[in-house]
């Protein structure tokens, strides 16, 4: 872990490096945003944004076969766990947030523009996990400081990215202009989807601000879970207990 962090601080720190390893954030980023569009009913391609860098994810509308096939997934789990009431809570709770997601155009917009930085975050947040627990490793020796590099430098890079929006005038007026103008930054759809449909006044500052906050507490709690890794998965073992009879 030590290794790993000192040396993401490194290739953070050097612009170059930064420059070269950031297509790692660039996976991390749209694979949140492929993943989360394809739950919501919204087939998705990631891609790496070859003209303007980073990347983009083209999504298409919402799909009902495919969202009647995913809340179909969502009843069979809830038939098939339905004598484990811990299992049926967790599963209707979930489902619940789905289908509040999935039914609005634009609370699908908002949680497939949010899952992208906070894709980051997520995904970083399991290998730091992963290291301490040297769960998932195959050549765990080898692995496990490649996975808390990647994991570290993700999350440099991210509240790097955060910090600098709030602080840097520049560079959040740089971030504006989106996509050569034709597209908007992440950011900003949030932004303007919380101001339109909620009537709750937020700035690309005030967003990147909770960005900076769910960076620094999301691997948190992937620490306090692996501190309580013992209840964690006593839990998890009893979420997958079916009854039978």
Known sequence: MAGGFIAALVAHAVPFVAFILSPLVTLFHEFGHAAT???VGCPAIPAFDFVYGGGVT???DFQLPLGLLIGAGWMWLGWTFRRNPRSLAVIGTCAGVWLLAVSSEWRRELVIASMGHLGEVVLASVLVFMALSGVGWRIPELERPLGAFAAFFVQL???GFAWRL??????LAEYGEGKGGAMMNDL????LDVKIWTGVSMSVRDVAGWLLFAALVVPAASVVLYVARRRVRDFASSLIVVDRS
């Open 188 to 191: 900003e759809v949030i932004a």
């Open 58 to 60: 083209t999504h298409h």
């Open 166 to 171: 709030r602080h840097d005038a520049a560079f």
């Open 157 to 159: 890079q991210t509240l």
């Open 37 to 39: 569009a394809w739950l």
